[in-house]
């Protein structure tokens, strides 16, 4: 019932946002700059750590065994 209703909710955004007429006038949201560098930082912290994966998984093997034992 809940996924019907926010397919609902968000079928009504998405149908505003692109098919109602009217929306051409409005001018493009603009970020201020240290919001644009808050999602830089946010998404190279997520994207990062890819590039040495090898050793994260080593760290995360590492603390596992230090666990189990």
């Known amino acids: 019932m ?4 926010a397919a609902y909710y968000y079928a009504r955004v998405l149908k505003t946002m692109i098919i109602d007429a009217g929306n051409e006038d409005r001018p ?7 919001d644009q560098l808050a999602i830089l930082v946010l ?17 995360a093997r590492k603390s596992l ?3 189990i034992r």
């Open 2 to 5: 809940n996924a019907a209703v």
């Open 65 to 67: 065994a230090l666990y």
């Open 28 to 34: 493009a949201f603009a970020l201020p700059a240290m």
């Open 43 to 59: 998404m190279a912290a997520n994207v990062l750590p890819l590039l040495w994966w090898g050793q994260v998984e080593g760290w």
